[in-house]
């Protein structure tokens, strides 16, 4: 009797860490917001100037990692996303940071200006 190897196949799947459809995503959203949310409460509203940060050093992470993911462009398009949203924020801050700066100093030199219009005896 002629006896043949039996040649077994097994397919081998990448383990994927989250998978889930749109309800899904619903979840994670309310979560994401939802915990945003309470770091402002609990901060007085101090956290939302760090909150820029949060998506320029994620998006980082995740374009550095994106080779790895599940489906790598989407991660890329996702991070660079992210990092130019975090980035506007940044920028914006810093704008508002010079505008109040500016006013300042204006708001002082108005000042000055009138205590030396006061007359003296």
């Known amino acids: ?3 043949k190897p039996i040649e077994t ?3 081998t799947k990448p383990e994927t860490k989250y ?6 995503l619903f979840g994670v959203v ?21 909150l820029p940060l949060v998506p320029f050093i994620l998006g980082i992470i995740a374009l550095r990692k ?5 489906n790598p462009q989407r991660t890329r ?3 660079w996303l992210g990092i130019a949203g975090g980035g506007a924020g940044i920028l ?11 006013y300042f100093v204006f708001f002082l030199a108005m000042f ?8 003296r005896r």
Do not use: H, K, R, W
């Open 1 to 3: 009797m002629d006896e």
């Open 9 to 11: 196949a097994i397919e």
């Open 19 to 24: 998978s889930g459809n749109d309800n899904d």
């Open 30 to 50: 309310a979560a994401t917001l939802g915990g945003s949310t309470l770091l402002m409460c609990m901060s007085f509203n101090m956290a939302l100037y760090c």
């Open 66 to 70: 994106a080779s790895t993911s599940v």
């Open 77 to 79: 398009n996702l991070a």
């Open 92 to 102: 914006f801050l810093l704008a508002m940071m010079a505008f109040m700066l500016l």
């Open 112 to 119: 000055g200006t009138i205590f030396q219009s006061i007359p």
